[in-house]
């Protein structure tokens, strides 16, 4: 059964006010090394160095998508002496990297 016009404009109104963040943030996601900068993230925290070494590219590449995804309120750092450790700061992030997986790699 389709919905009405009125309840289709209803479903509607929330997903148009938030259609610049929610675009922003899947951009974001677009890049394949970032997206498995997150995954990595999924198991907890984590240096830049470790990511560096899981993701196979560049200390300055690996900070870039930090900064890139901290400003989108996705991961934040906490300093554990000289370094930063990263953690994945929104908890939407790990269920959009679960029903990706779910819909992409199963």
């Not at 943030?25 to 990595?40: D, F, S, V, W």
């Not at 870039?64 to 991961?75: D, E, H, M, N």
């Not at 300093?79 to 990263?86: A, C, L, M, W």
Request: a positive charge; glycine letters at 6%.
């Amino acid at each position: 059964m389709k919905p009405s016009t009125a309840g289709h404009q209803k479903l509607l109104d929330p997903i148009r006010e938030n259609a610049p963040a929610v675009a922003a943030r899947l951009k974001l996601l677009a890049h394949p090394q970032r997206l498995m900068l997150l995954c990595h993230l999924i198991g907890g925290e984590k240096s830049v160095q470790e990511l560096t070494q899981s993701l196979g590219v560049s200390q300055v590449v690996v900070s870039q998508f930090l900064a890139k995804l901290k400003a989108q309120g996705l991961v934040e750092g906490r300093r554990d002496g000289q370094f930063t450790r990263y953690r994945i700061h929104d908890p939407r992030v790990f269920d959009l990297l679960k029903s990706l997986k779910t819909i992409f790699c199963e």
